[in-house]
């Protein structure tokens, strides 16, 4: 009897840790941003940004909130590269403009009061081609609609998509 109790647990222990490291290692498996996409989009809304004549901060997080490129161009508002942080940190928070956050902030004014979330229009999540929600970039320095308008240029030039 004190055998198979044994053997129980040892066989309950072993399935435990089979399911725990395979479900680890589906974890590792998600979809990432990577320093060279992150680039990309710095990029790409810095080329567009420098057509429009804009001078913009941008800010690119993965989905840890996690800075991983940022640039503040020639002439671009030192006030606006916090701005330009939280927009990314929004997006990359959740999985969505940070415009959408702004609207929905209108009926629950808390959400204004939450660390580094932005209720600005001017960030945009960042989504693989299957839809997965990879981070945020982040951009201030001219209109919000301008600001969103060059997030979404930048992530479209890195080959990735700003909605799912």
Not at 42 to 59: D, H, P, T, V
Not at 68 to 83: E, N, T
Not at 125 to 140: L, M, N, P, W
């Amino acid at each position: 009897m004190k055998n198979q109790m044994s053997v129980s647990k040892a066989c309950l222990l072993g399935a435990l840790l089979i399911g725990a490291s395979s479900s680890g290692s589906a974890q590792d498996m998600r979809a990432a941003l990577s320093a060279a996409s992150a680039k990309a989009i710095i990029q790409g809304c810095e080329a567009y940004a420098g057509e429009k004549g804009w001078r913009l901060n941008i800010a690119v997080h993965d989905q840890g909130n996690n800075l991983i490129a940022f640039l503040r161009m020639d002439g671009a508002p030192l006030g606006s590269k916090d701005i330009a942080q939280w927009k990314a940190n929004s997006s990359a928070a959740f999985p969505r403009a940070s415009k959408v956050t702004a609207d929905r902030a209108r009926d629950f004014p808390a959400i204004g009061f939450a660390p580094n979330i932005a209720i600005f229009e001017g960030g945009e999540a960042i989504f693989t081609e299957d839809g997965s929600h990879i981070g945020g970039v982040g951009v201030s320095g001219a209109r919000g609609s301008e600001d969103a308008e060059c997030a979404r240029a930048g992530i479209t030039a890195a080959g990735l998509k700003f909605s799912r």
